[in-house]
């Protein structure tokens, strides 16, 4: 099967710009993932979707960050405006469920913001 | 909140060494615990998974065990090679949210 398609790979902007970040999951997973991985650490939950509704967007910084998933599939992650703290790689995770689900991940989006 | 860490942070071995990379969590309700391989700039891949009725899963030269009870998971890696050199990441899944990760084990295997 496919696995979990991210784009772009790398992106650079300075900061107060904004950049969006797009996440195809595996088909019929109803369970997609956001997470921000800083440097040196593990990966942190921004938001979770189950199809198309969100299931837990506590950590999402919701004066900046936003996303969406059109349909129950494809997804987006919008920073605007980016700060300096935001470079961090965004990966982007699917599941069938949670709970005693395996869980795929892309290969994330590495933002720098200078 | 559930709470992961792992223990060591960094690690460097000769190769053809065995080793054991140590993960503890909070909650003891978990659903299952996954240990993940990441290389620099890359995702993550799925080395294992253990579901909460186990005590371990074996795939190749890797074994991964589960104490629910005392809160503890090991990765343990038989006659490491250079090419096991990455970070390894350990992370719960306690059935209600998304997986909560541990800072991760950086393991550098000289040739």
């Known amino acids: 099967e496919a696995g979990v398609a991210q784009s772009p790979r790398y992106k650079i902007i300075e900061k107060r710009q904004s950049v969006a970040f797009w996440c195809n999951p595996i088909s019929g997973h109803a369970t997609l993932y956001w997470y921000q991985q800083i440097l040196g650490q593990g990966p942190k939950l921004l938001i979770q979707?189950?199809?198309?509704?969100?299931?837990?967007d506590s950590q999402l910084p919701k004066d900046r960050f936003s996303a969406e998933r059109l349909k129950g599939v494809d997804s987006t992650l919008k920073i605007q405006p980016a700060k300096l703290e935001d470079s961090a790689v965004y990966l982007c995770?699917?599941?069938?469920?949670?709970?005693?689900?395996?869980?795929?991940f892309g290969s994330g989006t590495r933002l720098t913001v200078v | 909140k559930q709470e992961v860490t792992q223990i060591p942070a960094a690690l460097s071995v000769p190769e053809g060494e065995n080793l054991v990379l140590n993960c503890s969590f909070t909650?003891?309700?978990?659903?299952?615990l996954q240990w993940f391989r990441q290389d620099p700039g890359k995702g993550l891949t799925s080395l294992l998974l253990i579901q909460s009725s186990q005590r371990e899963q074996t795939s190749g030269r890797l074994n991964a065990s589960l104490d629910k009870s005392s809160g503890r998971s090991t990765l343990y890696i038989a006659a490491s090679q250079p090419g096991d050199s990455a970070t390894y990441l350990c992370a719960v899944d306690t059935g209600r949210r998304a997986l909560t990760f541990g800072s991760g084990t950086r393991l550098q295997v000289q040739p």
């Open positions: 979707f189950q199809n198309n509704g969100v299931v837990d």
């Open positions: 995770a699917s599941s069938l469920g949670s709970g005693n689900s395996g869980y795929t």
């Open positions: 909650d003891s309700a978990i659903y299952n």
